[in-house]
């Protein structure tokens, strides 16, 4: 069993950063992945960055080049450094893993609870 708990989302307005948390707890054995997803209200879920344990990294397009994804992992903790942000961005973001915990032979997804950035002037 592995929990997530998010951390740093608010109020920013346009132009500004948040850097998103997000720490892992648990039996856990590896976190080959962690990412961030994010939800307007009205759309559909979409995958904004990932990063394995060996700090290869993936983006939203409309992403690059304004958030960073980064990870401790001797803490088990995701980052998420939002710069430049747009009213677009606008969502509820959630931190995820595909991990492995002792008790388990194969890796499972386990999703934090989201918490909500809203950029807005």
């Known amino acids: 069993q592995v929990t997530l708990v998010e951390s740093g989302g608010g109020l920013v307005q346009p132009g500004g950063s948040l850097r998103l948390s997000c720490a892992a707890s648990?039996?856990?054995?590896?976190?080959?992945?962690m990412g961030w997803h994010r939800q307007a209200p009205g759309k559909q879920r979409e995958l904004v960055a990932t990063?394995?344990?060996?700090?290869?990294?993936n983006y939203l397009d409309s992403v690059k080049g304004r958030f960073t994804i980064s990870r401790d992992n001797a803490k088990n903790t995701v980052y998420l450094q939002m710069n430049s942000l747009k009213p677009e961005d606008t969502a509820v973001y959630y931190c995820g893993s595909i991990a492995t915990s002792v008790g388990s032979t194969r890796q499972k997804t386990y999703w934090g609870q989201g918490t909500q950035v809203t950029v807005s002037s």
């Open positions: 648990g039996s856990i054995i590896s976190i080959p992945t």
């Open positions: 990063i394995t344990s060996g700090g290869n990294t």
